[in-house]
């Protein structure tokens, strides 16, 4: 039976209605069929068209009318698909059915990586997060996008190329399992215009997992990932659990992808019910709001629909991290389902449960034993009293889950009236047990939540700041009173460092991109006017042969050395390469050279000074655009070599400096927060890989930059990045 429902006094709920009108009935189901959210219960004809006066929708006489309309749609709707829940019955994929906050962790994350000792880190990383929000049952470990397409590695090649290779993989999952985190790893079907795997995406995914001891595969731009990938990994005996990126627009897929992401999220004051939670109730999405900065209403539509978070931060080297009271509220509602997991899959699940208060909204999850119910306040104020009437059984006892402690029931003709806090915008929950069922430390739990409840979330702060970078400092170098043999001399002068990052993401968020000396935050767009001393450059990129002479008269070795000098064979550049820009060399790499060299990296501002000189110009030819004053573009598949560094003298700049522009990327300054590290990247690079927009972005222009995630030295070394150096003018 449903729970009875009141609006300030008991009384039972009147006989169920129809929808207002066979025409709003009709439009609603359809939408169903289609969009990740069921229509709200109807209160007029032509809804949702007219969204005006949706805060005077009376819940309470059209839930039932919903639930039933909407039980009737879900029965012939798995009909129709043929649907079976075999696989959300697996035991060995019973855990997704309780993971309820997920992360997406970059590998190039600090917290999770340390540069400086070279080594993994995960119990620092995830006690992190279980100091900030009490942790994650999950997490998806992203190594591709957005550097991928720099050259012409291929998503499963990356993965190898992290530090340590596929055993150093290996041992991160173990880590994160020793921990009871289960891991997850990504594909991108968009992937097509890299280095061909040579076999289907379903089968080197499910080799790579099976080769890492992975537990699930997300699908990144899936609407569902397709059957043929939990068959290759069934066939290899590595069962995976699959998490598409976005809602299954074919609902059969929810046969075997038994998690997804969740967005787009409804703000409504009426919260929406989720699709797929109605379809399969034990199918678990993870909440996606990666440039949110407030989560309240995130937070409401999970704990109404009882589903699961995923709780990214660290967004392609942006820092969007959970303010204290979204932290908070976060650790609050995980703490409530990781004690009752078993509830919030109910396959009895009942959304619009009875609710006393104006605009305050529950969820019903029975089970044979007990019941819990979510509860979540839409108001901007607080809430005292009464808040739930619930049919009354003899001997049932009831508990506030959310502030701790037992509940005293009001009695009245076979009905319970519930009476609890709600903070602003807040949460509540209750727990009935039936006669005979105990809850197994359930005393400590109730402690547990009080002391959490004493802190209000609404004392906490919701202050959202973007994350501090530091450029990273460059040493003068012996000065020099006339050019070095191979450089030129930039003389003095003052321009319009205007740039602009090319990041495909992002927006115009505070955050994103660089900060310079002279900015309180990063962002996107640069534009400031510099004086510039006097300094020398390198004409031309340092070379394959330069590059032979310094490891030569230095013995030099990478500490890491994979990938270095990929391209060379037996010691040496391939024959015809010598006056090619040398590649497969890291930040470390280039800067180890200038020292030994007596030089150093330039700035930024000074590469784009040498570049561009004080006219603005686009190109360093001028603002033509020249075919014929750089390489051809590349847009094969693999890479081809580059060009001689002297071969197009047409595109020399104002100070005559060459080779600057859609030949190599080139290494200059290394910015760097508590989380990560970025190089920003000049000059663009001849390839170009093609099939998707998702692939590294070229930036041929001077106003614009590339910003390339550093992780180490095996994973940053990148076929399509050089350098050239300067010096300092005495």
């Not at 075999?86 to 992360?103: C, L």
């Not at 720099?150 to 993989?169: K, S, T, V």
């Not at 039936?434 to 547990?448: I, T």
């Amino acid at each position: 039976m449903s729970d009875a429902s009141a609006a300030g006094t008991p009384a039972p709920l009147p006989p169920p209605q129809r929808a207002p009108s066979a025409s709003a009935a009709e439009f609603q189901l359809s939408h169903a069929r289609n969009g990740p959210h069921l229509p709200l219960p109807a209160s007029a004809p032509g809804w949702p068209f007219q969204n005006i006066g949706h805060w005077k929708m009376d819940i309470r006489t059209r839930a039932e009318a919903w639930r039933r309309d909407f039980r009737d749609w879900r029965r012939e709707h798995l009909t129709r698909m043929g649907y079976s829940g075999a696989n959300y019955e697996r035991p060995e994929f019973a855990w997704a059915q309780r993971n309820f906050v997920h992360a997406q962790l970059m590998v190039e994350d600090r917290f999770f990586y340390d540069p400086v000792a070279r080594r993994y880190t995960v119990d620092r990383y995830l006690d992190d997060l279980e100091a900030r929000f009490g942790g994650i049952d999950s997490v998806l470990l992203w190594y591709v996008y957005p550097n991928v397409g720099i050259d012409d590695r291929n998503q499963f090649e990356l993965a190898a190329d992290l530090p340590g290779g596929l055993a150093g993989l290996r041992q991160v999952v173990a880590d994160f399992h020793r921990r009871g985190v289960k891991v997850f790893i990504p594909t991108m079907p968009w992937d097509n215009g890299t280095c061909p795997a040579g076999i289907p995406d379903w089968v080197a995914i499910a080799r790579l997992a099976k080769e890492v001891g992975a537990d699930g595969v997300n699908g990144d731009t899936y609407s569902g990932v397709p059957r043929a990938f939990l068959d290759a990994a069934d066939a290899i005996g590595h069962p995976l659990v699959f998490q598409p990126e976005a809602v299954p627009l074919s609902d059969e897929a929810l046969m075997w992808n038994l998690q997804s992401w969740g967005k787009h999220i409804p703000t409504e004051v009426i919260p929406a019910v989720s699709k797929l939670k109605w379809l399969e109730p034990r199918h678990m999405s993870n909440i996606e709001n990666r440039w949110g900065r407030d989560r309240a209403n995130d937070f409401h539509y999970i704990f109404f629909n009882g589903i699961g978070y995923n709780a990214w931060e660290n967004i392609w080297g942006v820092w969007n991290q959970l303010t204290p009271r979204d932290a908070e509220t976060l650790r609050r509602i995980a703490t409530i389902y990781r004690q009752f997991p078993r509830h919030v899959v109910s396959l009895e699940w009942e959304p619009y449960a009875a609710t006393v208060q104006h605009n305050v909204f529950a969820s019903r999850f029975p089970t044979a034993d007990s019941t819990l119910w979510t509860v979540v306040n839409r108001n901007e104020h607080e809430l005292a009293g009464d808040q739930l009437v619930v049919e009354h059984r003899e001997g049932r006892r009831y508990f506030d889950v959310w502030n701790g402690g037992a509940l005293t029931p009001r009695l009245a003709g076979g009905q319970a009236t519930l009476a609890f806090p709600l903070e602003t915008r807040g949460f509540g929950a209750v727990l009935a047990l039936e006669p005979g069922c105990e809850v197994a430390d359930l005393e400590n739990f109730l402690a547990r939540v009080a002391a959490l409840a004493r802190t209000p979330l609404q004392s906490l702060s919701a202050e959202w700041r973007a994350l501090p970078q530091e450029i990273v400092p460059i040493a003068a170098t012996p000065p020099f009173a006339a050019a070095p043999r191979g450089m030129v001399t930039i003389p003095a002068g003052e321009f319009d460092f205007k740039v602009m990052g090319v990041e495909i993401e992002g927006f115009t968020w505070s955050g994103l991109d660089f900060q310079y000396p002279w900015e309180s935050t990063p962002r996107r767009a640069h534009w400031h006017r510099l004086h510039v001393p006097a300094f020398h450059l390198d004409r031309f990129p340092v070379t394959n042969a330069d590059f032979k002479v310094f490891l030569d008269a230095s013995g030099y070795r990478p500490d890491d050395e994979h990938n270095f000098l990929r391209h060379w064979r037996h010691g040496a550049p391939l024959a015809g390469w010598e006056k090619k820009p040398v590649t497969w060399v890291s930040l470390e790499d280039a800067r180890a050279y200038a020292a030994w060299a007596g030089k150093r990296l330039p700035r930024e501002w000074e590469w784009h000074y040498a570049a561009q000189g004080v006219d603005g110009r686009l190109y360093p030819w001028g603002n033509d655009w020249r075919p014929a004053a750089m390489p051809k573009p590349n847009r094969g598949r693999t890479l081809v070599p580059p060009d001689d560094v002297d071969a197009h003298p047409d595109g020399a700049s104002p100070f005559g400096v060459m080779d600057l522009v859609g030949n190599v990327w080139q290494w200059t300054d290394e910015f760097r927060d508590a989380h990560t590290r970025a190089a920003a990247l000049r000059g663009g690079s001849a390839y170009q890989p093609q099939s998707s927009h998702w692939y590294f972005p070229p930036a041929y222009q001077l106003d614009q930059h590339g910003k390339y995630l550093l992780m180490a030295p095996s994973k940053d070394r990148s076929g399509m990045i050089g350098f050239r150096c300067a010096a300092d003018v005495s």
